[in-house]
């Protein structure tokens, strides 16, 4: 799958999330969407996500943009001693 595919598919994923949370109280759709993604996605999904989030959050929802400020930012990959990232 290309960078491309899995990033409109990362944004469809989260915006379905998203579209879940519409119809439960307001005051539960952003803590919603954070906890479903903490809980469920893997870190390598939540680093990809924030690169999208970090470069602008082109094609989110507005309620992801608001939720990300509450999912847990995986740690960077740590490159071995001697090597140097490609």
Same mark, same amino acid.
């Given at each position: ?45 939540? *680093? ?6 970090? +470069?602008?959050? &082109? =094609?989110?929802? !507005? ?6 400020? *509450? ?6 990959? +740590?490159?071995? &001693? =001697?090597?140097? !990232?490609?």
């Amino acid at each position: 799958m290309s960078h491309d595919e899995t990033a409109a598919k990362l944004v469809r994923m989260a915006n379905q999330i998203a579209t879940f949370f519409k119809s439960q109280p307001e005051a539960e759709r952003v803590p919603g969407i954070a906890t479903h993604i903490n809980k469920f996605w893997e870190p390598r999904m939540r *680093r990809h996500f924030f690169e999208m989030i970090d +470069a602008g959050g &082109e =094609g989110f929802d !507005p309620l992801v943009m608001e939720a990300a400020a *509450r999912i847990r930012r995986p740690a960077e990959v +740590a490159q071995p &001693e =001697g090597r140097i !990232p490609a």
